[in-house]
């Protein structure tokens, strides 16, 4: 998308007119306007001269934004582009417009209405009193000489504004003025003293003043509002760190940050910002990364570890090589993508675009027909033309212009806090509208890393010696349980002796001697040709295996040494982000090519809704489309294999630690790599979406009272509208939507108080009927779906390993009621399933009858 700034925008007709403008140029495929940024994306082979060519044809300026390739000058040119000139330009004119209105008010109504005294030659002078009031008025219009300039330069290019409507509004009131001052010289001179007196009851040099005046006012509370809502992006922005301090030759160098390449080394000392993204050569550090992810405690950084630019490097000194630089960097990404949101357009915006098209125009019509009526009617001249004036002043298209992207550049901005990027303004609207997500499983449920969960020694053999066993024979392994066993061991601080003789026997284990020992580990087939497994630990193995586990046999010196168990654990945050989608009302399935038994276990422990697995990594896609069948649905992934489905669902969700290619193909990226921000996205889309319509629903009512009013349509009903109180309901309408969408500023997404059920989609009707199944060209799978109102959660304490999982299980179990229970020891929790309603004081009791306690039931 090629971006560019735009000047000379008043309200939402001019965006209106500049985007048809552009979308009429031959090659431009998609054309957004957004005037709350006064910028325009542009997509399309369409050149730059062409789009340039059309906004001036338009009436209006435009140029490229800056270019890209120098990051420094490109950031300070968007700062500028967002910075607020417009609100000291205004106030400037509202302070000098409001001292000459003051004295015009005082001749005019202070005088007239309540006899406030004028000097001595003004008694019975009327003329001398008008043409003081021309004079004021007139000076009141020059100051503010931009509502003509460019209501007018729109009328003549046939685009129409809201400055045409006060231009035509102002001007009218003051050409009728003019004309009862000439029209009283000349009763005067006839000496119709009673005539003068009428021509003085018409002049509206105060109207004509006191419109631009209130219009200014309105203008400036909007532009300093409107100045807030970019905040956010001006923040990220200005965390652009402006030099790097390079090491070369031996010598540290102070270079700007646009000079540093892809490969250079690079220095941070505590204090000082990182530069550009790196990956740590030297030093131990940790760094506050709050900028990019809002995530306010310091990471860790230590040889091997990636950093980003904008981040503050707190404690030690790094030595670090730059890996992207420039547009590449994370933050620069990040940049983009929140400028990118504010020049898209969300689809529910096009209600607004659609009648802003056309609002102009049909006011003015309004106002000629309104004064041509009372002319009809019998009134006079000025009387009908005050109407229709009022009509003229009260009207505000701009109201309707921003009442969708001030509330997406703040919800977007409020998400770039919180470390959650919505690349378009279409995504942000999307999300809200979720009613399935489809998890997949590693990276984003669980770590994606193996660890040990259960360390299961055999009579007479303690832990130590079991690990010191286990780490000797996996520490020339390349498999991935290997290293979960050497990394507790290096928690543990155990010692790896070094074996001789090391075989690996694919599919079965390993074999090496130990000091002349043989030592073997495996799995349970391959362990028992090697020695006899007691009763007791193969079924606490097949407990663990129930549990979605893998457990590791190892044996030495012809007897087992006991069970490793390892597992990818669930995240910590996730059951309790899929349990507050659950409460939001949507549906939560995982996708896993795990095999069935496992996912099953996986999905107990998180929660999920439904489990589909044996999903081979090109059939997630179809996984997808079909989910789409029964309603939105988002897709959270963080793999390669995850970009067919994050591309092909409503709202697709990339996990930040993911790949790249995840990231690029999705709509929406969790910066902080957190389940937990998913249901977080969706509250945010929701309360923007929310925020839209109120500011929807505050602009039509709005016109769609203040029109019929202004034209005098309830003056039957006592109700009429001066033209300076329509100018002054004109000027905080704008205001009112801006300052609304400033609210979600003070939103919260991670707050649950305000959730509820939106659209709900019903689970499959069936509680032990199999849930959907895995695509044809998936592996063949089920899971059973189990009524969410028939399982309870047991919170356990006193468990320490498996053999007590496998008691409080047993206990469970043999209630009639009970037909499954998933005991966690690591979790603390007793998930079971009833098949009858059953009191949470028999549960407690099987479970404290085993000697532990029980500290909640949900």
Request: glycine content about 8%; hydrophobic content about 45%; some cysteine.
């Amino acid at each position: 998308m090629e971006q560019y700034n735009v000047t000379g925008m008043s309200c939402a007709a001019c965006s209106a007119r500049v985007e048809k403008a552009v979308k009429k140029v031959p090659g431009v495929t998609s054309c957004s306007v957004s005037l709350l940024t006064n910028s325009m994306g542009v997509e399309g082979t369409a050149s730059e001269a062409a789009i340039l060519k059309a906004v001036q044809d338009a009436g209006y300026g435009a140029s490229p934004k800056g270019a890209a390739s120098n990051a420094a000058h490109s950031t300070s040119a968007d700062l500028d582009a967002l910075a607020d000139h417009e609100t000291p330009k205004l106030k400037r004119r509202l302070i000098a417009s409001l001292g000459f209105l003051l004295v015009l008010m005082y001749f005019s109504m202070g005088h007239m209405m309540w006899g406030w005294p004028l000097p001595h030659w003004f008694d019975g002078n009327h003329i001398a009193m008008g043409l003081v009031q021309l004079l004021l008025a007139g000076i009141v219009m020059v100051i503010n000489q931009k509502f003509f300039l460019n209501g007018f330069k729109g009328l003549l290019h046939g685009a129409p504004n809201m400055d045409t409507l006060v231009a035509l509004g102002s001007m009218a009131s003051f050409v009728w003025s003019t004309y009862a001052l000439f029209a009283m010289t000349r009763a005067q001179v006839d000496g119709n003293d009673e005539l003068v007196m009428h021509y003085m009851m018409e002049f509206y040099f105060e109207s004509a003043a006191m419109i631009l005046t209130l219009i200014t006012v309105g203008k400036m509370l909007e532009a300093r509002s409107k100045g807030k809502t970019t905040d956010a992006l001006k923040s990220l922005m200005k965390l652009a760190p402006k030099t790097a301090t390079l090491l070369r030759d031996g010598a540290e160098v102070v270079v700007p940050v646009e000079q540093v390449q892809k490969g250079d080394v690079f220095v941070v000392r505590p204090g000082e910002n990182i530069p550009v993204d790196g990956i740590v050569l030297e030093g131990i550090s940790a760094v506050n990364e709050s900028a990019l992810t809002g995530e306010s405690i310091p990471v860790d950084k230590a040889e091997g570890d990636k950093v980003s630019a904008a981040t503050t490097n707190q404690s030690g000194f790094l030595q670090c090589q730059a890996t992207r630089v420039g547009e590449d960097t994370t933050l620069a990404q990040i940049i983009k993508m929140v400028s990118d949101a504010a020049a898209t357009k969300a689809p529910i915006a096009k209600i607004a675009d659609t009648v802003s098209g056309f609002f102009v125009p049909a006011v003015i019509s309004i106002a000629v027909l309104t004064t041509i009526v009372w002319l009809l009617l019998g009134h006079e001249l000025g009387y009908a033309l005050a109407r229709g004036i009022s009509v003229l002043v009260i009207s505000c298209p701009c109201a309707l212009g921003l009442a969708t992207p001030v509330a997406i550049m703040v919800g977007n901005g409020l998400g770039a806090k919180n470390g959650i990027l919505f690349k378009t303004a279409a995504s942000l609207e999307a999300a809200g509208r979720t009613q399935i997500v489809a998890l997949d499983k590693t990276g984003t449920i669980t770590s994606g890393e193996p660890k040990v969960t259960d360390i299961l020694p055999a009579e007479g053999v303690t832990e130590s010696e079991l690990l010191t066993l286990a780490a000797s024979l996996e520490q020339k392994s390349e498999h991935p349980l290997a290293k979960a066993v050497l990394a507790y061991a290096e928690t543990e601080t155990i010692a790896c002796p070094d074996v001789t003789d090391f075989t690996a026997l694919p599919g079965n284990g390993l074999s090496a001697k130990l000091d002349g020992m043989e030592i073997f580990g495996g799995n349970a087939s391959f362990i028992a040709t090697k020695v006899e497994v007691p009763e007791a630990l193969q079924n606490d193995a097949a407990a663990l295996s129930a549990q979605g586990k893998t457990p590791l046999f190892f044996g030495g010196a012809g007897r087992l040494m006991g069970v490793i168990a390892v597992a990818d654990t669930i995240k910590e945050d996730s059951p309790r982000a899929i349990q507050e989608l659950q409460n939001m009302g949507i549906r939560v399935v995982m996708l896993t090519g795990d095999n069935q038994r496992t996912a099953d276990a996986i999905g107990r422990q998180a929660g999920v809704d439904e489990v589909i697995a044996g999903v081979l990594p090109d059939g997630k896609e179809a996984v997808i489309r079909r989910l789409q069948e029964s309603g939105k649905v988002a897709m959270v992934g963080d793999g390669i294999n995850d970009a067919p489905a994050l591309t092909r669902a409503d709202t697709g969700i990339a996990i930040g630690a993911g790949t790249d290619v995840a990231i690029d193909a999705a709509d929406v990226v969790l910066m902080n790599s957190k389940l937990s921000d998913v249901p977080a996205a969706i509250r945010l889309s929701r309360a923007t979406l929310r925020n839209i319509h109120e500011n929807l629903f505050w602009a039509f009512i709005y016109n769609i009272i203040g029109i019929p009013l202004a034209a005098g349509v309830f003056i039957p009903l006592g109700l009429t509208l001066n033209p300076m109180f329509g100018a002054a309901a004109m000027s905080l309408s704008s205001f009112c939507v801006v300052s609304n969408a400033l609210r979600l500023n003070l939103f919260d997404v991670h707050s649950t108080k305000h959730d509820r059920k939106v659209n709900p989609v019903s689970a499959p009707a069936a509680s032990s009927a199999p849930v959907a199944e895995a695509p044809a060209e998936d592996k063949e799978s089920n899971s059973n779906q189990e009524d969410p109102t028939m399982k309870k959660t047991l919170h356990v304490e006193g468990m320490m390993c498996g053999h007590c999982e496998a008691r409080v299980k047993k206990a469970l179990e043999a209630l009639p009621e009970v037909s499954e229970a998933v005991v966690s020891h690591t979790a603390g929790t007793a998930i079971v399933t009833l098949s009858a309603e059953v009191s949470n004081e028999t549960l407690k009791k099987a479970v404290e009858d085993q000697d532990y306690q029980v500290t909640g039931i949900e």
